[in-house]
């Protein structure tokens, strides 16, 4: 999904985040989303920065969504082959939409190359599916949801294809710890990937568009921590005013570290 085919430097620093220069033009309430795209933007290696349109198409189109697609509730991720995408069906804990990267179109069509429907099962009492996250780690397809109370502890979902079902605790650790982010984050903009070496957690700063903060898995500890083997600070710039900040989207496919917002 990029326009070219540089890896980044053997830093492998990462970033994330949007940029607009105005303070009005922050966070846009929820229920007035309606995505008809993306906004894209990339890594620039060397440097602390996520960059609009950098080795990036700068706007993917969305096709074939539901009429109950819950745009406020998205996650996305890179398998290896495919560039996939997640929405939460409207009013639905357990109902997830799924959509794939076009290569031909060039653009993320549901259903495309995907099972267009997936199922969460077991979910925990106290798990949130106010927003989601998710990644591919080489093996396993991986959704995380926070806890009601404590959106530092993380719930932990792993793919069964047997069942072709997202289940709480398969193959995976079923509760993580997120340590050390900085008081004034924004728990409700969160995103997670996994970059082929580290799994990465990613949180905006409260009343900011530009500025958020990354963690880093520590598996001595199996807990996700703020600086771990991490630029600590990350920021976005020069993301267009019609990105819908309230809902940032990560991934890492094998070369570039990938930020997007739905357009509104």
């Given at each position: 999904?990029?326009?070219?085919?540089?890896?980044?430097?053997?830093?492998?620093?990462?970033?994330?985040?949007?940029?607009?220069?105005?303070?009005?033009?922050?966070?846009?309430?929820?229920?007035?989303?309606?995505?008809?795209?993306?906004?894209?933007?990339?890594?620039v290696s060397g440097s602390e920065t996520?960059?609009?349109?950098?080795?990036?198409?700068?706007?993917?189109?969305?096709?074939?969504?539901?009429?109950?697609?819950?745009?406020?509730?998205?996650?996305?991720?890179?398998?290896?082959?495919?560039?996939?995408?997640?929405?939460?069906?409207?009013?639905?804990?357990?109902?997830?939409?799924?959509?794939?990267?076009?290569?031909?179109?060039?653009?993320?069509?549901?259903?495309?190359?995907?099972?267009?429907?997936?199922?969460?099962?077991?979910?925990?009492?106290?798990?949130?599916?106010?927003?989601?996250?998710?990644?591919?780690?080489g093996s396993t397809y991986r959704l995380y949801?926070?806890?009601?109370?404590?959106?530092?502890?993380?719930?932990?979902?792993?793919?069964?294809?047997?069942?072709?079902?997202?289940?709480?605790?398969?193959?995976?650790?079923?509760?993580?710890?997120?340590?050390?982010?900085?008081?004034?984050?924004?728990?409700?903009?969160?995103?997670?990937?996994?970059?082929?070496?580290?799994?990465?957690?990613?949180?905006?700063?409260?009343?900011?568009?530009?500025?958020?903060?990354?963690?880093?898995?520590?598996?001595?500890?199996?807990?996700?921590?703020?600086?771990?083997?991490?630029?600590?600070?990350?920021?976005?710039?020069?993301?267009?005013?019609?990105?819908?900040?309230?809902?940032?989207?990560?991934?890492?496919?094998?070369?570039?570290?990938?930020?997007?917002?739905?357009?509104?």
């Amino acid at each position: 999904m990029t326009t070219k085919n540089r890896r980044p430097s053997a830093s492998r620093r990462l970033a994330f985040l949007p940029i607009v220069a105005a303070a009005a033009l922050l966070i846009v309430p929820a229920g007035l989303l309606r995505a008809e795209g993306l906004n894209q933007g990339a890594f620039v290696s060397g440097s602390e920065t996520y960059q609009f349109g950098h080795h990036s198409i700068p706007n993917i189109p969305i096709t074939g969504a539901p009429a109950d697609t819950d745009w406020n509730r998205s996650a996305a991720l890179h398998d290896g082959s495919d560039y996939r995408l997640y929405f939460f069906r409207s009013g639905s804990r357990h109902e997830i939409y799924q959509f794939a990267f076009n290569r031909r179109t060039e653009c993320y069509e549901f259903g495309y190359n995907s099972i267009p429907v997936l199922r969460l099962r077991s979910i925990p009492s106290n798990a949130s599916t106010q927003s989601f996250a998710m990644l591919h780690d080489g093996s396993t397809y991986r959704l995380y949801l926070q806890d009601a109370s404590d959106c530092s502890l993380l719930y932990q979902f792993g793919f069964n294809r047997s069942s072709e079902t997202y289940d709480y605790g398969y193959d995976s650790i079923p509760q993580l710890r997120v340590a050390g982010i900085p008081r004034d984050a924004d728990w409700s903009r969160w995103m997670m990937l996994h970059d082929g070496n580290d799994y990465r957690f990613y949180v905006f700063r409260a009343n900011s568009i530009t500025e958020f903060y990354q963690a880093g898995y520590d598996p001595r500890r199996e807990i996700y921590e703020w600086g771990h083997n991490s630029i600590p600070v990350m920021e976005a710039k020069h993301f267009p005013a019609n990105s819908q900040f309230a809902v940032p989207i990560m991934l890492h496919d094998g070369i570039d570290y990938r930020l997007y917002f739905p357009t509104r």
